[in-house]
């Protein structure tokens, strides 16, 4: 690919100058590892060349003003000169902090020739920035990098020609080139002469790599980037918006521009950021999330909600209004994707029903906020609180500890209840005798699992209910004595009553435990150490409790 590269020489001293105000027309010379990394004019021709230590270039250059380097500072102060740069060329690559390139066919056809492409790039850099640059085109990156040393435009075919008498160390490898240099290989083109093969052997996968540079190639075709498209949309209104009929009818405009602009980049907006501004300059914004595709009409409105939720909407009886009449709106697509990757269900839309649940709830959220309106979310834990995320409607559903299904109670088995004769004398003793045999397996064997379960987590199926808090309980034996669990697991009676936050005591007529839970040892802040049972209660409600301390709790409901 025929490749202009836009070189901006000792750039470190240039951003040094742009951000921390040094003069670089005086001896200025950028360390990083107490190493000159980069070195003025006015510094070389005192002798201070790069690759110097701290002390050496002093004693060089006595008068040597010395810049400590930093990447962040480089890469903020040549944002500019790549804006400048996609003025004139579509599609810019950044290499590094003062080079960037992109591909020379859109500009050369454009300009008339790729010398006119590249005067106009460096007069475009120079009027917009006040920064030197120099041009390079050659058949890659790294023959066009050699290139915008001198300024020259390599023709066509020719990169490896003009690569041929360039000295080894333009690699930048060093223990590369020390080898190489030892085996008498002194230029690009004695090492673009020897066979891959051979190099491949010799050198390893890097000197592959580095022979191919030599040899006028390049690593990796240009990738280069893509400036974003505008696509927010704004007014700015002479008279204050303060009723909603007024308001919802300009971001009707508005919802139907959006949605033109988004349809001639074929792209649609799943997630609308709704921005307004008051008169005396107080800034209201809200986000809106749609798990669908949003439609103009969707758009209109979700605006409509939203500024009625602003202007007349209501929190804990007071109203909630902004401080004076809206100037200004702006919708913006924070999230947009191809318009090909949303596609309906396979009979048609999701429903009806769904859509209409989907509008009341992000009304209500318009009205009382994003947290009014919630939904569960399972993740990874070992008791169901820990397993329950909440988040807002709309938002997504990941959850926040990501776990593999666990489908059995023991992975791989099967586990079937014995029913018929004698399943009373089995049940007696609280507890159901169960017939286990291996799971019969037909075809390929299952893939692993990408993630693993999470140890001592509940198997299925999952409690039905879990109270926002747990529930005191008491736990008592035939002779009506506390129920525990000894430091080595064992129950100090059998279970019989249950006593739920002092109401009256339900029998036990089955259970099952303890289960030992001894989560986070090391952090003793949040260190938890407790016994899991679960329990069927003579009234037919099934519980999850759980001994901490010596007190019980209900943790979950089955249903």
């Known amino acids: 690919m025929r490749t202009l590269l836009v070189w901006c020489p000792d750039w470190p001293v240039v951003a040094a100058e742009i951000v921390v105000g040094v003069m670089a027309s005086e001896p200025v010379a950028v360390f990083a590892g107490n190493r000159v990394l980069a070195c003025s004019e006015a510094a070389r021709r005192e002798g201070v060349r790069r690759g110097l230590r701290r002390r050496e270039a002093q004693g060089r250059c006595p008068r040597l003003v ?94 490896r020609a003009f690569l041929s008498p360039v000295p080894i160390d333009a690699l930048e490898e060093p223990q590369l080139t020390d080898l190489l240099k030892r085996l008498g290989v002194v230029t690009l083109g004695d090492f673009a002469a020897l066979p891959p093969g051979d190099v491949l052997t010799r050198f390893g996968f890097e000197g592959a790599l580095a022979h191919r540079l030599a040899s006028g190639g390049d690593v990796r075709p240009l990738a280069v980037r893509r400036p974003p498209p505008d696509l927010a949309v704004e007014e700015t209104y002479d008279e204050t918006l303060d009723r909603v009929d007024v308001a919802a009818f300009a971001g009707r405009v508005l919802a139907e521009r959006l949605h033109e602009r988004l349809a001639a980049h074929g792209l649609a907006c799943t997630r609308l950021g709704i921005e307004a501004v008051t008169a005396d300059g107080q800034e209201l914004v809200r986000v809106w999330r749609h798990d669908g595709m949003l439609t103009s009409a969707a758009i209109a409105e979700r605006v409509r909600w939203q500024l009625d939720g602003w202007l007349t909407g209501a929190r804990r009886g007071r109203v909630a209004q902004p401080t004076a009449g809206l100037v200004r709106l702006r919708l913006v697509p924070d999230g947009v994707l191809a318009h090909v990757g949303l596609q309906p269900g396979l009979w048609g839309e999701t429903g009806a029903g769904r859509e209409r649940a989907h509008r009341a709830f992000s009304r209500v959220q318009g009205l009382l906020g994003p947290e009014s309106v919630l939904t569960p979310v399972l993740g990874g834990g070992r008791s169901p609180d820990d397993q329950v995320r909440l988040v807002p409607w709309g938002d997504e559903r990941e959850p926040e500890r990501p776990a593999a299904d666990q489908t059995e109670p023991i992975p791989g088995i099967d586990t079937v209840p014995l029913l018929g004769a004698g399943s009373e004398e089995r049940t007696a003793a609280g507890f159901t005798m169960i017939e286990v045999g291996r799971k019969r397996r037909r075809g390929k064997a299952a893939r692993p699992a990408p993630l693993p379960p999470w140890p001592g987590r509940l198997p299925r199926p999952a409690p039905a209910v879990v109270p926002a808090h747990p529930l005191p309980a008491a736990v008592y034996d035939e002779a009506g004595a506390p129920v525990g669990v000894s430091a080595r697991l064992e129950v100090t009676g059998v279970p019989a009553t249950l006593r739920i936050d002092r109401r009256q005591p339900v029998a036990i007529i089955g259970w099952a435990g303890p289960w030992p839970v001894d989560e986070r040892w090391w952090a003793p802040g949040e260190a938890r150490r407790r016994a899991r049972f679960q329990m069927l209660l003579e009234d037919g409600r099934a519980l999850l409790l759980s001994l901490a301390g010596g007190h019980w709790m209900v943790e979950a409901i089955y249903d």
Do not use: K, M, N, W
């Open 66 to 159: 010395v810049v400590e380097h930093d990447p962040g500072r480089d890469a903020r102060a040549f944002e500019p000169v790549v804006a400048a740069v996609e003025e004139v060329v579509a599609g810019v690559e950044v290499l590094r902090p003062g080079v960037c390139a992109a591909a020379v066919r859109g500009p050369a056809r454009y300009f008339g020739g790729e010398e006119a492409a590249a005067e106009r790039v460096v007069e475009q850099v120079a009027l917009a920035c006040a920064v030197e640059s120099q041009i390079g085109i050659a058949d890659g990156v790294f023959a066009a990098g050699i290139a915008a040393r001198t300024g020259r435009v390599v023709e066509a075919g020719g990169s």
